[in-house]
């Protein structure tokens, strides 16, 4: 896709979503990394099920770990793989005590030495917390470059590579929000809603149903 219709393609989803965001709930950037974290094949609505109860009585990564690995294992224990993502967010929780003074670092190093903590989710931790221009790949932003030729490549780096290259400088703050909204709720993975696509004319798919 050439940068004018890419730019075309941002302008037009701006448009649509004027003020995207994260549809996890949260409220400190602790909470955020934990969110993500937790969300790791899980839906952001389970995941806000468990947090609306477990952040108000746990909110920092010390009352966390006071809660202890099976106190967390049980209250997170409906999202999928709980027992590997309390170990994982026990073990952040004592490396932010001890290395960060509890504080969620702002660099990607720092994030990505977290127990747990891969590239996408410092992205998204980054972006929304920090106000970074990163773009976290997750299924639907990787469905949406390809499909769309946006940003076409094999693998979550490769797409996340070209989607840097291509994105708008004015658009980098929230192209991953607009990505995932798209293909969350019109470009499905099974039935894309091509018909009420905003960027229908701009998309390079082939098999497009209009």
Not at 22 to 40: D, G, H, I, K, W
Not at 58 to 70: I, T, V
Not at 162 to 171: A, E, F, I, M, Q
């Amino acid at each position: 896709m050439t940068k004018a219709k890419a730019a075309r393609l941002y302008r037009k989803l701006a448009d649509a979503r004027p003020a995207p965001k994260s549809e996890l709930a949260f409220r400190t950037p602790f909470q955020l990394l934990v969110a993500v974290m937790l969300s790791a094949q899980a839906t952001d609505k389970s995941v806000n099920e468990v947090t609306a109860r477990l952040f108000p009585a746990y909110p920092s990564p010390h009352a966390l770990l006071r809660l202890g690995e099976k106190g967390l294992g049980q209250a997170i224990r409906r999202i999928g793989l709980a027992p590997t993502k309390a170990r994982n967010i026990l073990a952040t929780c004592r490396m932010l005590v001890e290395r960060h003074g509890g504080k969620v670092p702002e660099a990607r190093e720092a994030l990505e030495a977290l127990p747990g903590v891969g590239r996408k989710t410092a992205n998204v931790v980054l972006n929304v917390a920090f106000d970074q221009p990163t773009i976290a790949v997750d299924t639907h932003v990787f469905r949406v470059a390809n499909r769309t030729g946006l940003a076409a490549g094999k693998t979550v780096r490769e797409v996340e590579d070209s989607l840097l290259r291509v994105t708008p400088k004015v658009h980098l703050r929230h192209a991953h929000h607009y990505l995932i909204l798209h293909g969350r709720y019109v470009c499905k993975s099974r039935k894309p809603e091509c018909a009420s696509c905003v960027i229908v004319k701009e998309c390079e798919y082939p098999q497009k149903v209009l």
